[in-house]
C-alpha cells in the first residue's frame, strides 16, 4: 500500500538558518504529492503541490521538487523565520485513491 | 466565506457516552471526509463521502458512523466512546482530484 516517511522532530532552527525536512514515499500508481502546514491550535493548510515528476512546488519562499526515481518530495526554505514555527506533513493521493496519505509530521522550532 | 466549519472544538466524554461530531463546508465540494490525528502517527482516514448519500470506510472506521446529510454536511458519530478515541478530529473537503481543505479541529478526550 502507499506510506510516506518523513524525518523525525522536533527541528529546531535559528532564525534565517536554512530548511530541509526529508519525505519518501511508496505508491502503487502515479501519485500527487503534498506539503501541508499545521500552526498551533488549527487545522491543516496545503503549502505547496506538485503533480509528476520533476515538477517544482513552491509557496511562501518553502520549494519541493517530485523526484521520482528517489520518491522523494523534501521541503526546503533557504531563511526560516519565527513564524514558520509549526508541524509540517508531507503526503500524497494516489491514483485511484480518494483520499490522502499523510506522513507522521514534522515539529519546526525556529528560534530567534 | 468560511470554508470548513466542526463543532464543537473540544468535548469530554465518559467512556460509553455518545456525541456526534458536526462537519460543514460551503464550497459546493462533492468530497468530504473524517481524519483522526493521534501523535506521532500523522493523520489517518476514518470515513469519507465521495457524493452526497454515498459513504465509504477509511483505514480505521471501528467505532465510528457517519451521515451525509446533504452536500455541505458530513457528520461523525461515537456510538459507545472509548479512551481509544482520544484525538483531534478533522473534516476535510474537496472537488475530486484537487487539494484538500481542513477545519480547525474537535479536540474529544474520553475518560
Known amino acids: 500500500g502507499d506510506s510516506v516517511t518523513q524525518m523525525e522532530g522536533p527541528v529546531t532552527l535559528s532564525e534565517e538558518a536554512f530548511l530541509t525536512i526529508n519525505c519518501t514515499y511508496t505508491a502503487t500508481g502515479y501519485p500527487s504529492l503534498f506539503w501541508y502546514v499545521q500552526y498551533p491550535g488549527e487545522g491543516l493548510q496545503l503549502l505547496l503541490k506538485a503533480t509528476k515528476a520533476d515538477d517544482k512546488g513552491s509557496n511562501k519562499g518553502f520549494e519541493a521538487t517530485y523526484r521520482k526515481e528517489t520518491t522523494s518530495f523534501h521541503l526546503e526554505k533557504g531563511s526560516v523565520q519565527v513564524s514558520d514555527s509549526a508541524v509540517y506533513f508531507c503526503?500524497?493521493?494516489?491514483?485511484?485513491?480518494?483520499?490522502?496519505?499523510f506522513g507522521s509530521g514534522t515539529r519546526l522550532q525556529v528560534q530567534p | 466565506n468560511a470554508g470548513v466549519t466542526q463543532t464543537p472544538k473540544f468535548q469530554v466524554l465518559k467512556t460509553g457516552q455518545s456525541m456526534t461530531l458536526q462537519c460543514a463546508q460551503d464550497m459546493n465540494h462533492n468530497s468530504m471526509y473524517w481524519y483522526r490525528q493521534d501523535p506521532g502517527m500523522g493523520l489517518r482516514l476514518i470515513y469519507y463521502?465521495?457524493?452526497?448519500?454515498?459513504?465509504d470506510k477509511g483505514e480505521v472506521p471501528n467505532g465510528y458512523n457517519v451521515s451525509r446529510l446533504n452536500k455541505r454536511e458530513f457528520s461523525l458519530r461515537l456510538e459507545s466512546a472509548a479512551p481509544s478515541q482520544t484525538s483531534v478530529y478533522f473534516c476535510?473537503?474537496?472537488?475530486?482530484?484537487?487539494?484538500?481543505?481542513f477545519g480547525p479541529g474537535t479536540r474529544l478526550t474520553v475518560l
Open positions: 503526503a500524497l493521493k494516489d491514483t485511484g485513491r480518494r483520499a490522502l496519505t
Open positions: 463521502s465521495a457524493s452526497e448519500g454515498t459513504t
Open positions: 476535510a473537503s474537496s472537488e475530486e482530484g484537487y487539494e484538500q481543505f
